[in-house]
């Protein structure tokens, strides 16, 4: 099973971020094999430029197309999610999360910008064709506090109960996700349906 994780954040520090990592560790504990991408890691001319010929776009687009499923974590700026996270998304092809369940992951200064999930991100998930697109998490900064010296990252406990149900209703969703039929395994199924008949 292979879930790639997207973090929207341009930031070094986020709390997305935090809110991703944490969903990272708890999907590796479970054998979910995790590959993570940042936003901030694409050299920025080819997200500004587009650069669909780029070696590390067309890494992602590769890895998006062999994922089971997507975490995509962004924090919520001004009524919508992360700019940068949208020119990444703008790189995959119109299909890309066909077949594939999607868990989003926002955060916010208050618990005003919620519906941004609802209202900018999943649509946009829509248009790539997820699967499915869970309901999701949202935090708002109060909920979140950042590692401090050897002192991890925290979260407050209703919002940890919250992650993880999310998580593991990611985790169900994954598991009983159809496989799609390679077309060769399909064609000798149909030569040996038709000769029982």
Do not use: C
């Amino acid at each position: 099973m292979l879930v790639v994780s997207i973090g929207g954040s341009p930031s070094l520090r986020s709390r997305s971020g935090v809110l991703l990592e944490r969903s990272r560790q708890w999907l590796q504990g479970r054998g979910v094999e995790v590959v993570t991408f940042q936003v901030r890691d694409f050299p920025a001319e080819d997200l500004l430029h587009a650069r669909f010929d780029s070696p590390h776009v067309q890494h992602f687009q590769q890895l998006v197309a062999q994922a089971d499923g997507l975490i995509v974590s962004t924090p919520v700026y001004k009524a919508s999610f992360a700019g940068a996270l949208k020119t990444l998304l703008d790189l995959l092809p119109e299909r890309a999360l066909a077949h594939k369940i999607v868990l989003p992951i926002a955060t916010g200064g208050s618990i005003a910008h919620m519906l941004a999930v609802d209202y900018a991100l999943k649509p946009v998930l829509s248009a790539l064709k997820a699967q499915e697109t869970l309901q999701g998490i949202f935090a708002d900064d109060s909920q979140v506090s950042y590692a401090d010296g050897t002192k991890p990252a925290q979260l407050v406990p209703a919002l940890e109960e919250r992650l993880l149900d999310s998580l593991e209703t990611f985790h169900v969703a994954l598991a009983r996700r159809p496989r799609p039929v390679a077309p060769g395994v399909l064609n000798e199924r149909l030569i040996s349906a038709r000769w029982s008949i």
